[in-house]
């Protein structure tokens, strides 16, 4: 129902955020990775997802379409309510998030306050398969865009994430202010 509100942001705290849109001020739930993107006091967009419960509409809010798609990508997953998501998403930044889901590591979201062993490899099993349509390399700063942007072209190439996830991360551990066309070139230099 909404895709997302632009006004001034009023209000911000962990939990929660309040912008004003048009005289009218929006109680967004909000993630900490959202909280940690969020400037102070000045004009704001923010992504929206409208739950509707029986006792509540909540509205969630967040920074990027990445957290929103990861968000949504986790509600579609039998007892994983919009609280749990907001709790994996404020404990993992969507890159994360995903990487874990797509390497079967239910382990690293067993360590997340709420989640059990059963709901991390529920998470694991249905989602494993429809991560990889999800962008979450929207959020990633300078070093880590150039990161993604080197391993989505290596595996679109066909190696294997986990090998072209080591050569990246060690060549920009060497160079983090190479280009994604010398880290791509020097990473196929070592596969």
Known sequence: MFHHFVGRLVEKSPAHAIVECGGVGYYFHISLT?????PDGSEVKLLAHAVYREDAQLLFGFMTAAERDVFLLLLSVSGVGANTARMILSALAPTEA??????????LLQRIKGIGAKTAQRIVVDLRDKVGKV??????GEV???????????????????????????????DPGATVESVVKLALGQL
Do not use: C
């Open 144 to 174: 880590g865009s150039v990161r993604a942007e080197a391993i989505q072209a290596l595996t679109v190439l066909g190696f294997t994430r986990g090998p072209v996830e080591k050569a990246v991360a060690s060549i920009l551990a060497k």
């Open 135 to 140: 962008d979450a390399t929207v959020d990633l």
């Open 34 to 38: 959202t909280y940690g993107q969020l």
């Open 98 to 107: 995903v990487q874990a889901i797509a390497s079967g590591n239910s382990g």
